[in-house]
T-cell receptor, first 114, second 114 residues
Framework: AQSVTQPDIHITVSEGASLELRCNYS??????LFWYVQSPGQGLQLLLK??????LVQGIKGFEAEFKRSQSSFNLRKPSVHWSDAAEYFC????????????FGAGTILRVKS | ETGVTQSPTHLIKTRGQQVTLRCSSQ?????VSWYQQALGQGPQFIFQ???????GRGNFPPRFSGLQFPNYSSELNVNALELDDSALYLC?????????????FGPGTRLTVT
């Protein structure tokens, strides 16, 4: 079955510490991969995307993600977290095997402690 | 550049009623997708519209229907509302081809069914 797994429901990091949010997917070919961020009660903002080429992609707000085909992963990273990064983060996958839709993971809630 | 807009922001309806949600796509985008996000979950794909035709549908019953207009704006209609329809409804717009997967979301409409 097509699926996107975000193993961590909640993550708490200290302000200034590094962050890695995990995402694994099931897909036969190379998918299109995305990370979105959602603040409470808001819509989703696109952080970064991967279609092809360089497997390390840079996004907005200092985020980056690395596509690892062998691990079927697309983990999101940030070297130094700011209090304003506290939000919910969603990994999403698209491609021909999924039809015209994006398939989303269940999300990871990031808490930042000062 | 104008982003994706949705109206209304919030809506309260009674079980059995009908509701219409509206979405204006981002400038230059011709594809609109609708998602339902229940509390604590990731968005679930409802359907997509391209050139005023339904272009893919998720696992939602026929009482969920939509329209796309010549200016690429879109409506989501839900008939015979049920309590489980309470959710955040998200509209996303995107460009043609593989860019249809690069979806930009509006702020959402929060629907409460009582």
């Amino acid at each position: 079955a097509q699926s996107v797994t975000q193993p961590d429901i909640h993550i708490t990091v200290s302000e200034g510490a590094s962050l890695e949010l995990r995402c694994n997917y099931s897909y036969g070919a190379t998918p299109y991969l995305f990370w979105y961020v959602q603040s409470p009660g808001q819509g989703l903002q696109l952080l970064l995307k991967y279609f092809s080429g360089d497997t390390l992609v840079q996004g907005i707000k200092g985020f980056e993600a690395e596509f690892k085909r062998s691990q079927s992963s697309f983990n999101l990273r940030k070297p130094s977290v700011h209090w304003s990064d506290a939000a919910e983060y969603f990994c999403a996958v698209g491609g021909a095997e999924y039809g015209n839709k994006l398939v989303f993971g269940a999300g990871t809630i990031l808490r930042v402690k000062s | 550049e104008t982003g994706v807009t949705q109206s209304p922001t919030h809506l309260i309806k009674t079980r059995g009623q009908q509701v219409t949600l509206r979405c204006s796509s981002q400038s230059g985008h011709n594809t609109v997708s609708w998602y339902q996000q229940a509390l604590g979950q990731g968005p679930q794909f409802i359907f997509q519209y391209y050139r005023e035709e339904e272009n893919g549908r998720g696992n939602f019953p026929p009482r969920f229907s939509g329209l796309q207009f010549p200016n690429y704006s879109s409506e989501l209609n839900v008939n015979a509302l049920e309590l489980d329809d309470s959710a955040l409804y998200l509209c996303a717009s995107s460009g043609p081809g593989h860019k249809s997967y690069e979806q930009y979301f509006g702020p959402g409409t929060r629907l409460t069914v009582t």
